[in-house]
C-alpha cells in the first residue's frame, strides 16, 4: 500500500531536549516536506526536500533541521524545542511538485513542548 | 507571496443538500490547484487535484473547477452525507499554500 508514515504519532517533551520525528514513503518520490498546523493559521511549509541532499527552508524553518539522506526518508530534527513548537507536524511526499503531482500527506504528529 | 482564503470558514447544511465550497487564491500563476480533506485529529487526504490548464475535474459526487484568471477554484458535493462532515482545505502550487479550510457539517 503506497503510503506515507510518520513516527511517533504523538509525543510529549520537556523544553531543550532534542528529539527527532521520522518520516517514511514507499512511493520512490522525490519531493518531500513539512508542514505545521495551528489554529487559526492552518498549515505553513517548515522545510521541504527536491531530491536526496537537496533541502531548502519552507515559511517557517526557524527552529527546525531536516535531512535527506535517503529517497525514501525526510527526518525533522528539534535540537532544542520550545512552547512555541507544540503543534501538529504533517510530512508529505509528492513525485514532482512542479508539475503539481497528487501530494500525500502522512497521519500526523501531535507534538506538545511544555 | 501566495494568499489562500477559503469562505466560508464553516457550513452546515441538512442531508441531501448539494453545496459549493469557495477558494481564492492571489497569485494566478500556479501549476495546480488541490482540495484536500481533513477529519478531527487526522491527516490530509486528497480529493481532486485540477492542473493549471484544466478546468474542472469529478470524481464521485465531487466535481472542482478552476478559473487561474478570476483566482478563483470551487468545490461542488451533490447529495451531501453525514460521512462528508470535515473540514476542506484548498491548496494552490507552486510552493504548496493552503488555505484555512471550511468546516463541513451534515445534519443528518
Known amino acids: ?114 | 507571496k501566495q494568499e489562500v482564503t477559503q469562505i466560508p470558514a464553516a457550513l452546515s447544511v441538512p442531508e441531501g443538500e448539494n453545496l459549493v465550497l469557495n477558494c481564492s487564491f492571489t497569485d494566478s500563476a500556479i501549476y495546480n490547484l488541490q482540495w484536500f480533506r481533513q477529519d478531527p485529529g487526522k491527516g490530509l487526504t486528497s480529493l481532486l487535484l485540477i492542473q493549471s490548464s484544466q478546468r474542472e475535474q469529478t470524481s464521485g459526487r465531487l466535481n472542482a473547477s478552476l478559473d487561474k484568471s478570476s483566482g478563483r477554484s470551487t468545490l461542488y458535493i451533490a447529495a451531501s452525507q453525514p460521512g462528508d462532515s470535515a473540514t476542506y482545505l484548498c491548496a494552490a502550487s507552486r510552493q504548496l499554500t493552503f488555505g484555512s479550510g471550511t468546516q463541513l457539517t451534515v445534519l443528518p
Not at chain 1, 69 to 82: M, T, Y
Request: proline content about 6%.
Open chain 1, 1 to 114: 500500500e503506497a503510503q506515507v508514515t510518520q513516527n511517533p504519532r504523538y509525543l510529549i517533551t520537556v523544553t531543550g531536549k532534542k528529539l527527532t520525528v521520522t518520516c517514511s514513503q514507499n512511493m520512490n518520490h522525490e519531493y518531500m516536506s513539512w508542514y505545521r498546523q495551528d489554529p487559526g493559521l492552518g498549515l505553513r511549509q517548515i522545510y521541504y526536500s527536491m531530491n536526496v541532499e537537496v533541502t531548502d527552508k519552507g515559511d517557517v524553518p526557524e527552529g527546525y533541521k531536516v535531512s535527506r539522506k535517503e529517497k525514501r526518508n525526510f527526518p525533522l530534527i528539534l535540537e532544542s524545542p520550545s512552547p512555541n513548537q507544540t503543534s501538529l507536524y504533517f510530512c508529505a511526499s509528492s513525485t514532482d511538485r512542479d508539475r503539481g503531482y497528487e501530494q500525500y500527506f502522512g497521519p500526523g504528529t501531535r507534538l506538545t513542548v511544555t
